[in-house]
């Protein structure tokens, strides 16, 4: 992962907004909360690690009438420990909550209800049973991740869908040490693979995989597998020049320029051979009134000059 670029402009399109969120995951994310909806799954919205908001921005927009959204991060704030202070310094220098705030409001009314500090404090501040869906990307380090997954455990609801981010990089291995221990040993059952991430739920996975299968099966921009694992069917995604899912823009956005008119066509064509200029009076009586065999003699004669 290297360190996206801030802007100190306003962005008119969630592309605009720096960060990292594959089109793959955003067409997931989009999927995962359609899918709590028509269902009839309510609950709330959680994010650990919002970076400059571009994940949190969509998942604002599937808010459903009564839900809370909230997020956590360090932003400007101390880290909890050395390693993590080290971690956010090398990554995300250029985070403010200043920034996230203006993404964010580019797109939506309202903030979500904000925690400045590190996802340890989340378990303290957001009530237990409560979440349908939960983003997990703050600290990479095994330690934080591991208290991440335990919090995201007691908050999300039996029903509910997990997200850990950077799984599988091979720059974070203390989340994928945390995430496949946590489905070892404390009950976590993945629902999908994606490239960066894994989704997973406490509760039954089989009925979202179904579905899950049934609409990938549908999109030729999008591979998938089906593997076993240690007793766990794991589907894994692959973009395969997949689009990001179509998104409402900002109240910032300004329509692009039409593009100049072609200028016209120029048909080059050929101009036409000059005219032979006509005979002068003298080569016309000379023709007329000399025999024939001079005349062959005089155009040999010529011939040869030419």
């Known amino acids: 992962m290297t360190q996206a670029q801030a802007t100190d402009t ?103 209800t904000v925690i400045t500090g590190p996802s340890s404090l989340v378990d303290e501040k957001v009530a237990p049973d409560t979440c349908r869906f939960i983003h997990i990307d703050a600290s990479h380090l095994y330690e934080h991740v591991y208290g991440d997954i335990g919090a995201a455990h ?68 999008v591979g998938r597998s089906v593997q076993e694992a240690a007793g766990h069917r794991l589907i894994r995604t692959r973009s395969r020049g997949l689009k990001p899912p179509a998104f409402p823009p900002s109240r910032h956005y300004v329509e692009p320029a039409p593009a100049p008119a072609p200028a016209p066509t120029v048909t080059e064509t050929r101009a036409a051979p000059p005219a032979r200029p006509a005979p002068s009076r003298a080569r016309r009586l000379a023709k007329d009134l000399l025999p024939p065999v001079v005349l062959r003699a005089v155009r040999r004669a010529r011939a040869k000059r030419s």
């Open 10 to 112: 306003h962005p008119g399109e969630l592309a605009d907004v720096p960060g990292w969120f594959p089109p793959l995951d955003q067409m997931l994310f989009t999927w995962f909360l359609e899918q709590q909806k028509n269902v009839g799954i309510k609950g709330d919205l959680l994010e650990l690690g919002v970076y400059m908001g571009r994940s949190a921005i969509l998942l604002g927009h599937h808010l459903q009438d009564g839900e809370l959204f909230t997020v956590c991060d360090l932003f400007e704030g101390d880290a909890p420990d050395e390693a993590n202070k080290a971690e956010s310094s090398k990554s995300y220098a250029s985070l403010t909550q200043r920034t996230f705030e203006r993404n964010y409001l580019s797109f939506h009314d309202t903030l979500p």
């Open 154 to 221: 007691d908050i999300l609801l039996p029903e509910g869908v997990v997200v850990l981010d950077d799984f599988r990089s091979e720059h974070t291995p203390g989340v994928s040490v945390a995430a496949w221990e946590a489905v070892l040993n404390r009950g976590l059952r993945p629902i999908c693979l994606s490239t960066q991430k894994m989704y997973a739920t406490w509760g039954d996975p089989e009925p979202l995989q179904e579905e899950l299968l049934e609409m990938l099966r549908q999109r030729s921009d």
